[in-house]
Nanobody
Framework: QVQLVESGGGLVQAGGSLRLSCAASGSIFSINAMGWYRQAPGKQRELVAA???????NYADSVKGRVTISRDNAKNTVYLQMNSLKPEDTAVYYC????????????????WGQGTQVTVSS
């Protein structure tokens, strides 16, 4: 059983900062990529930031320059440092990991965390 456990969400004023963490645990052979998505009420889930094993990153245009994703591969953990937060950043933030359970099949699975609420007040 693979689990992603997120932490770090909360209520912050506009212009403030938050750091989200997500730790993967369980029987994992390898993690190809980890990232963060968010879903605001009435909207579709969207990518915020992702990082592949080689260190390449991908950011949503709306957060570029304000958000930094990082990984600690030894701990199977991904972080999201969010600065200069805006009310439009309010959403449930979900951690995602694309991982391989066994090299025998080479099949990659997408696993999601339970989500953590980020609320930015104006």
């Amino acid at each position: 059983q693979v689990q992603l456990v997120e932490s770090g969400g909360g209520l912050v004023q506009a212009g403030g900062s938050l750091r989200l963490s997500c730790a993967a645990s369980g029987s994992i052979f390898s993690i190809n990529a980890m990232g963060w998505y968010r879903q605001a009420p009435g909207k579709q889930r969207e990518l915020v930031a992702a990082m592949a094993n080689g260190g390449s990153t991908n950011y949503a245009d709306s957060v570029k320059g304000r958000v930094t994703i990082s990984r600690d591969n030894a701990k199977n953990t991904v972080y999201l440092q969010m600065n200069s937060l805006k009310p439009e950043d309010t959403a449930v933030y979900y951690c995602n990991a694309r991982l391989m359970l066994t090299p025998l099949t080479g099949v990659l699975f997408d696993v999601w965390g339970q989500g953590t609420q980020v609320t930015v007040s104006s």
